[in-house]
């Protein structure tokens, strides 16, 4: 009698820096309490990009064949056993994150601080588990939100970029409530998630800050900011005194652009340059918050006298916990107008390593800038 034949599927696995290879591979059925889905849509983040660009992130390399992407939605095709909340054909947004459910960290409902996290698409741990840049994929059943029906695959793909943002909110107590002032640095994909959100938030005035001019253009012709600022070009300072200095020179002359000499109640950092998160402090008002979003520089040299005399408060922000619900609802509300246009580009499943050579540009062949890539079969 001859064996009976499993189902194959498609992903798109790295092997190594720009080593990236479309191949069949089987398709087992969902383990207890996973469900089988089949990925929709996925949006390319900086992440994936170093790890195409470099075969590492950081100090995190790729030791074995990987498959990148972890902002993703799509459709449940099986249910394994104990899934009782989601059934086939139910349409999905994938949280990539696996915590343990069983450190002090998951208890106190902090779950992005999990000793035992297991992220898809990320070489931290090792056997790595791969991420949504596949057709097919198992998943735990309990990080799958079901979608609003009113959400598109590619909107509920943001949801996982604009947790990041909702997470970072919560650090900074900032609420609809709160009217604040708010200034964010770079106006990548992950910096106008910040403007849209805070806009949705009423804030009482949102700027944005950045080195690329295409870019602010973007954010200010598209609503996400009332105001933008570029920010000089110079050469690397040579000492670190002079480093704080032409921070502090900087955004003093970005504050008098804005009119807001006194600062911003609340700064989104999200380029992760040393230059920026030297800049944020000088840029909150007194006992106003950074917020910490962007991973850069791993070593930075701050004005800590300027933050701790203006009691500024400087916040570290990691992933998400407990947020995919409240974004979903938000992209599906029609409170984040123009959020679509951040997808910039669109690629199919096989053609994956032309959309990393693209973003890795940062522009295409019109000259237009590169924001959110996706990928999928939407």
């Known amino acids: 009698m001859s064996p009976i034949a499993l189902p194959t599927q498609h992903a798109v696995v790295l092997h190594g820096a720009k080593d990236m290879r479309f191949e069949e591979r089987t398709l087992w059925p969902p383990h207890q309490g996973q469900a089988q889905v089949a990925v929709m849509a996925t949006g390319l983040c900086g992440s994936d990009l170093h790890y195409w660009a470099h075969g590492r992130n950081g100090d995190f390399v790729v030791q074995a064949p990987l498959v990148l992407g972890h902002e993703a939605a799509g459709i449940v095709t099986a249910v394994g056993p104990g899934v009782k909340h989601l059934v086939p054909g139910q349409r999905v947004a994938i949280e990539a994150g696996i915590m343990c459910n069983n450190c002090s960290y998951c208890a106190k409902g902090r779950y992005n601080l999990c000793k035992n996290m297991r992220f898809c698409s990320s070489a931290k741990t090792f056997p790595h588990s791969d991420g949504t840049l596949q057709e097919r994929m198992n998943h735990p059943a309990h990080v799958l939100h079901p979608m609003p029906d009113s959400c598109t695959f590619e909107q509920a793909a943001l949801a996982e970029p604009l947790s990041v943002l909702l997470h970072a909110s919560r650090r900074a107590?900032?609420?609809?409530?709160?009217?604040?002032?708010?200034?964010?640095?770079?106006?990548?994909?992950?910096?106008?998630?910040?403007?849209?959100?805070?806009?949705?938030?009423?804030?009482?005035?949102?700027?944005?800050?950045?080195?690329?001019?295409?870019?602010?253009?973007?954010?200010?012709?598209?609503?996400?900011?009332?105001?933008?600022?570029?920010?000089?070009?110079?050469?690397?300072?040579?000492?670190?005194?002079?480093?704080?200095?032409?921070?502090?020179?900087?955004?003093?002359?970005?504050?008098?652009?804005?009119?807001?000499?006194?600062?911003?109640?609340?700064?989104?950092?999200?380029?992760?340059?040393?230059?920026?998160?030297?800049?944020s402090?000088?840029?909150?008002?007194?006992?106003?918050?950074?917020?910490?979003?962007?991973?850069?520089?791993?070593?930075?040299?701050?004005?800590?006298?300027?933050?701790?005399?203006?009691?500024?408060?400087?916040?570290?922000?990691?992933?998400?916990?407990?947020?995919?619900?409240?974004?979903?609802?938000?992209?599906?509300?029609?409170?984040?107008?123009?959020?679509?246009?951040?997808?910039?580009?669109?690629?199919?499943?096989?053609?994956?390593?032309?959309?990393?050579?693209?973003?890795?540009?940062?522009?295409?062949?019109?000259?237009?800038?590169?924001?959110?890539?996706?990928?999928?079969?939407?």
């Open 281 to 378: 402090i000088h840029a909150a008002v007194t006992g106003g918050k950074v917020m910490l979003v962007g991973m850069g520089s791993r070593n930075v040299t701050l004005p800590l006298s300027a933050a701790a005399t203006r009691e500024v408060d400087i916040h570290g922000s990691f992933r998400y916990a407990h947020t995919y619900p409240t974004a979903l609802q938000l992209l599906s509300s029609g409170k984040l107008p123009n959020i679509e246009k951040l997808i910039t580009h669109r690629f199919e499943l096989k053609d994956t390593a032309r959309a990393f050579e693209l973003l890795s540009r940062g522009r295409d062949e019109e000259g237009n800038p590169v924001l959110k890539v996706m990928v999928g079969s939407q």
């Open 173 to 279: 107590e900032f609420t609809p409530a709160s009217r604040s002032s708010v200034l964010v640095f770079g106006v990548g994909a992950i910096g106008l998630l910040a403007c849209a959100l805070a806009k949705s938030y009423g804030a009482s005035r949102v700027v944005a800050i950045d080195i690329n001019q295409a870019r602010l253009d973007f954010a200010l012709e598209q609503g996400f900011a009332e105001q933008v600022y570029c920010l000089p070009m110079a050469d690397k300072a040579k000492t670190t005194d002079e480093a704080l200095r032409r921070a502090k020179e900087n955004i003093s002359a970005a504050l008098t652009e804005f009119n807001m000499p006194d600062g911003f109640d609340i700064v989104f950092e999200c380029t992760g340059a040393e230059p920026c998160i030297q800049m």
